[in-house]
């Protein structure tokens, strides 16, 4: 089935530090690409909508300068957290879309000291 | 503004019996539908989906039923399993392939 690998599964980073997400689609390509925040125990908040070759759509709220995703292929898209803080701390996943469905990474854990 | 909502947190049921989660959305413009399972620090894992021209979908033990009129949907699980127990989102998009909107979600228990 199709799998997406997200990398690193946790990572703690002093803040004013940058940390980079990366998701890949192992067995598809995937034109689209979603990253999303979760909070605990609340729901999985979409942030932007990756596009490869193009421009990420940010949801409202989410600061583009901050979250920069990059799609440069169709089978990687990255997640860079710039300048972290601790507030940045939370789980983020990324999710890929093919035809018979979604598939989600399995989540990046950020802790942000 | 939380247009996919899961109104109860949690739910406890006995090994064997029916789990029932439920999930209204407001969106009317909502055609696919997905129930997700999740694990803490995990990503979701995907159960079951419906078109919004389909009331029902069955897949094993889980079936989703679709109530457009009222914008409510729900999964059954039947038996349900401890292996079950986990968070269950249900989420929603406007047409297969675009972005999906998750519920708040509701933590299932099964007991023995």
């Known amino acids: 089935g199709a799998v997406v690998s997200q990398h690193p599964s946790r990572v703690i980073c002093k803040s004013g530090t940058s940390v980079k997400i990366e998701c890949r689609s192992l067995?598809?390509?995937?034109?689209?690409m979603f990253w999303y925040r979760q909070f605990p125990k609340k729901s999985l908040m979409l942030m932007a909508t990756?596009?490869?070759?193009?421009?990420?759509?940010?949801e409202q709220g989410v600061e583009k300068d901050k979250f920069l995703i990059n799609h440069a292929s169709l089978t990687l898209s990255t997640l860079t957290v710039t300048s972290a803080h601790p507030e940045d701390s939370s789980f983020y996943i990324c999710?890929?879309?093919?035809?018979?469905?979604?598939?989600f990474g399995s989540g990046t854990r950020l802790t942000v000291v | 503004d939380q247009q996919v909502k899961q109104n109860s947190p949690s739910l406890s049921v006995q090994e064997g019996r029916i789990s029932i989660l439920n999930c209204d959305y407001t969106?009317?413009?909502?055609?696919?539908f997905l129930w997700y399972k999740k694990y803490p620090a995990e990503g979701p894992t995907f159960l079951i989906s419906?078109?919004?021209?389909?009331d029902k979908n069955e897949d094993g033990r889980f079936t989703v039923f679709l109530n457009k009129s009222a914008k409510h949907l729900s999964l059954h699980i039947v038996p349900s399993q401890p292996g079950d127990s986990a968070v269950y989102f249900c989420?929603?998009?406007?047409?297969?392939?675009?972005?999906?909107?998750f519920g708040t979600g509701t933590q299932l228990k099964v007991e023995l």
């Open positions: 969106n009317s413009m909502f055609d696919y």
């Open positions: 989420a929603a998009s406007e047409g297969g392939g675009n972005k999906l909107t």
């Open positions: 999710s890929a879309h093919r035809v018979y469905g979604y598939t």
């Open positions: 990756s596009n490869e070759g193009s421009k990420a759509t940010y």
């Open positions: 067995d598809f390509q995937a034109t689209t």
């Open positions: 419906i078109s919004s021209i389909k």
